[in-house]
């Protein structure tokens, strides 16, 4: 095969990777399973202190996939968050998700950047990077169809043996860290691995982040929203829709309606071009404030609507603003970058959870909610203004 014609293949590889990645079957499940080893303000410490490991980690990873080759540190990342998984699903005590959850965030923070880097350079040597937010939607569409039959059948597995969900995802993860070595590195413009270039690497990747004033001012932006919705994603959407009363059946089928509604919406979105920029720097506040504001008050069933608002906007932030962050990159600094903007959105999610942890334990997760509302008026909107008033 012709370098191009392997460059092709790695688009259909890449599908292949993140369908094996979506198949998160302890998503509607994890919390009743980890509950029984701890409480919930004792879980959302597990996360916040081993979400550290990616604030030291992101760029150093970052740094070394643009230095030594991307597909091999996913694979590696993958690897290790396989084995976590695994480790965790036949956990005795919360000792055991102290460790696994440790090491998940190690292959977390591998993967992270490089993933995102190896699929845009891809394109970029193909010459179809203005193609990215279409194709991006289209894998977003794959792996949602993943994890709905995931979401839809985890609780289900749940019951059948509670320990089988995690073992299956770390099972399927290390089969994506396999077809990842199938790709073809994109060339790029790097430079032989040596312990000076692999500083400077770092430090010119996280100065990719402020080289300019747009790209300053959207960096902040990005970070205010990626490290709310991250928090919401990873630990508080499974408490809250624990607290107002869905069982893991019902969670399991939120979660699948959910992301086949955000996955062909977001393919319109993209083949019609329906967001301009001051759309898309409109849409992620106001889905954020509409769904967390209200969010307390409303009885049970009207909550859907404030989770799939919030949840809309944490996906698309991957699928529309990843794009206008990797326009302004160079592809050798690429993956340092995005790591950069990884462990920013890390440090944010370490932040937020002692600072609600509190409310969550006095008040419940609906506060919590309502408090991200809160914190959304206070940054969000007002980068938001900046980005309308000097970068339309």
């Known amino acids: 095969m012709t370098y191009q014609q392997l460059l092709r293949r790695n688009i259909n590889l890449m599908r292949v990777k993140i369908f094996f990645t979506s198949l998160l079957f302890f998503l509607p499940i994890w919390y009743a399973f980890e509950g029984l080893f701890a409480p919930a303000a004792t879980l959302a410490v597990i996360y916040a202190v081993t979400h550290l490991i990616s604030v030291f980690l992101e760029l150093p990873t970052g740094a070394l996939a643009d230095l030594l080759g991307r597909k091999y540190i996913v694979f590696l990342g993958l690897l290790i968050g396989g084995g976590s998984y695994i480790f965790i699903s036949q956990s005795q005590s919360v000792s055991w998700l102290w460790i696994g959850a440790v090491f998940a965030q190690i292959g977390s923070t591998f993967v992270s950047g490089a993933d995102t880097a190896l699929f845009y350079d891809t394109l970029k040597e193909l010459k179809k990077e203005s193609q990215f937010s279409l194709l991006a939607n289209q894998n977003e569409l794959v792996y949602r169809i993943g994890l709905t039959i995931a979401a839809f059948t985890g609780g289900y597995i749940f019951l059948y043996y509670y320990r089988l969900p995690y073992a299956l995802v770390g099972i399927a993860m290390i089969m994506a860290g396999i077809v990842t070595l199938f790709m073809v590195e994109p060339h790029i413009d790097s430079e032989k691995f040596t312990i000076t270039n692999y500083i ?27 490290g709310i919705t991250w928090y919401y994603l990873y630990f ?7 607290d107002v009363g869905f069982n893991a059946i019902e969670r399991g089928w939120i979660a699948a309606v959910n992301s086949i509604i955000v996955a062909i919406v977001g393919i319109v979105i993209a083949k019609y071009k ?26 049970k069933i009207a909550t ?27 592809s050798k600094y690429r993956a340092t970058a995005i790591s950069a903007l990884g462990m920013a959105t890390s440090l944010i999610y370490f932040l937020l959870t002692f600072s609600l942890n509190p409310i969550l334990s006095i008040f419940g997760s609906g506060w919590v909610m309502f408090s991200l509302g809160v914190l959304t008026l206070l940054t969000t909107v007002p980068t938001t203004i900046v980005l309308l008033k000097k970068h339309r």
């Open 200 to 226: 400077q690497q770092t430090k010119l990747g996280f100065g990719e982040l402020f080289k300019t004033p747009y790209i300053r001012d959207f960096s902040l932006y990005y970070i205010s929203i990626s």
């Open 304 to 330: 859907t609507i404030s989770i799939f608002l919030i949840y809309i906007a944490s996906i698309y932030r991957w699928t529309i603003l990843d794009q206008y962050t990797n326009m302004e990159f160079e």
């Open 236 to 242: 508080l959407l499974n408490v809250f829709t624990t």
């Open 274 to 299: 329906l967001f301009s920029r001051a759309t898309a720097y409109l849409f992620f506040p106001i889905c954020l404030l509409l769904g967390f504001l209200f969010a307390p008050i409303l009885p």
